[in-house]
């Protein structure tokens, strides 16, 4: 019986040895949870029949350390969460590792080449998203007609009126003469076939005394179809006089394109004394851009950039939670699948319920502890002498045994 006890000893040193090896072969591999063997023992009624491994354990929930990668496409979570793939066999499987990528069909895929789960956003689009695959369109970014222009300055109180008056009746092709205005300021605009066009804003003090500014335009030197000049008044200290206009609608034909409709915005502008200078001057709308590459933001969006300087969000990741985490099987690629009895199963954005947030351009190291792991196999390697010298006096026993016969 004592031969036996000793080599079921012997077999779970060995099934224990291949954990500690396992564990230090993977101390430096991404998103690794360490695991553990644990000893049982093992009765034929009321008697020890010996000892085998009950289980083996992982330590998912202990995070690695996080190590700087500098990649937009990789990522690590902060706290609780498991990226979600799929296989080409329609497996769902789920990791700590966030090394993504962009496959020749455009799909977002992991270091395994499985394809990363979320949904599918279209961009303009105030929606959820269709869940699945995630796609990055690499199509070319049609060009957005301009809307309006924010424009915010301080326009300073110690101009004076012009000396000539500003002209706006001769040939719009003339440049206005420099001396009938006090500050110019040129804006991008871009029309429906993304071409831009120059509107130039001349600002002109209108009295000395008076605390009004009148503002002319110009598109492309000519004068707009509608809304050539604006007059923004301003109080005793300097601020906008909320009781008159600060928006001036302008409208221009770049034919063959369509018109443009322009709404500048001039709310938060100032006349205080002192240098003039302009916090904000920039129009939206864009022109054509192709597809230059793809990046994740720290919420989980996957963001298409284009040459035109655009980014737009064309997918959202999703992080699982389990209730019984523990119960996850590790498969190959530092994965794990659902089999087990892993309890409700929760699909979130990052940072939100209890899914942890992203950080990006980092990932998650092994929480494996050599240590641990080198002290373990000190262990085991006197459990397995002590087990082979049971043996090994059984053995002698047997042989004096059977000489005194």
């Given at each position: 019986m004592s031969f036996n006890i000793a080599l079921s000893g012997l077999q779970a040193i060995n099934e224990q040895l291949t954990s500690i090896s396992n564990n230090i072969a993977n101390a430096g591999t991404y998103g690794y949870k360490a695991q553990r063997?644990?000893?049982?023992?093992?009765?034929?009624?009321?008697?020890?029949?010996?000892?085998?491994?009950?289980?083996?354990?992982?330590?998912?929930?202990?995070?690695?350390?996080?190590?700087?990668?500098?990649?937009?496409?990789?990522?690590?979570?902060?706290?609780?969460?498991?990226?979600?793939?799929?296989?080409?066999?329609?497996?769902?499987?789920?990791?700590?590792?966030?090394i993504f990528t962009k496959d020749g069909s455009d799909f977002l895929v992991d270091s395994a080449g499985r394809r990363v789960q979320g949904n599918q956003l279209t961009p303009g689009v105030e929606s959820d998203g269709v869940p699945g695959d995630l796609k990055v369109p690499t199509s070319t970014l049609a060009a957005k007609a301009s809307t309006g222009i924010d424009?915010?300055?301080?326009?300073?109180?110690?101009?004076?009126?012009?000396?000539?008056?500003?002209?706006?009746?001769?040939?719009?092709?003339?440049?206005?003469d420099s001396a009938s205005y006090n500050m110019t300021k040129v804006t991008l605009a871009y029309d429906s076939q993304g071409k831009s066009h120059t509107v130039s804003q001349y600002f002109v003090r209108d009295d000395?005394?008076?605390?009004?500014?009148?503002?002319?335009?110009?598109?492309?030197?000519?004068?707009?179809?509608?809304?050539?000049?604006?007059?923004?008044?301003?109080?005793?200290n300097g601020a906008l006089d909320t009781t008159t206009p600060a928006k001036l609608n302008l409208t221009f034909k770049p034919a063959p394109a369509a018109d443009v409709a322009l709404v500048i915005d001039y709310t938060g502008s100032t006349l205080?004394?002192?240098?003039?200078?302009?916090?904000?001057?920039?129009?939206?709308?864009?022109?054509?851009?192709?597809?230059?590459?793809?990046?994740?933001?720290?919420?989980?969006?996957?963001?298409?950039?284009y040459s035109n300087g655009q980014q737009q969000a064309v997918g959202q990741i999703k992080l699982a939670t389990f209730s019984n985490e523990d119960a996850l099987v590790p498969?190959?690629?530092?994965?794990?699948?659902?089999?087990?009895?892993?309890?409700?199963?929760?699909?979130?954005?990052?940072?939100?319920?209890?899914?942890?947030?992203?950080?990006?351009?980092?990932?998650?190291?092994?929480?494996?502890?050599?240590?641990?792991?080198?002290?373990?196999?000190?262990g085991s390697q006197r459990n397995y002498q002590a087990n082979s010298k049971v043996i090994t006096t059984e053995n002698q026993m047997l042989q004096s045994l059977m000489q005194a016969l």
């Open positions: 063997a644990n000893f049982s023992s093992m009765y034929a009624g009321t008697q020890a029949t010996g000892t085998t491994i009950g289980s083996t354990t992982q330590n998912i929930g202990l995070t690695g350390g996080v190590l700087s990668t500098g990649r937009s496409l990789d990522a690590s979570i902060n706290g609780r969460g498991f990226f979600v793939s799929k296989t080409s066999s329609g497996e769902t499987v789920y990791s700590r590792v966030g424009f915010t300055a301080n326009l300073s109180a110690d101009w004076k009126k012009p000396t000539v008056a500003f002209d706006t009746t001769s040939d719009p092709a003339v440049v206005p000395d005394a008076a605390n009004t500014v009148t503002i002319h335009t110009l598109v492309d030197g000519q004068r707009p179809a509608t809304g050539e000049a604006i007059q923004l008044t301003f109080d005793s205080q004394a002192g240098e003039a200078t302009t916090s904000t001057n920039v129009a939206d709308g864009y022109t054509t851009g192709q597809y230059v590459g793809v990046e994740l933001g720290s919420d989980g969006k996957v963001i298409a950039k498969v190959n690629d530092t994965s794990w699948t659902a089999s087990g009895d892993v309890g409700t199963v929760s699909l979130d954005n990052p940072g939100a319920s209890v899914a942890g947030s992203l950080s990006i351009a980092t990932l998650e190291g092994s929480n494996v502890d050599i240590t641990n792991e080198l002290v373990g196999l000190m």
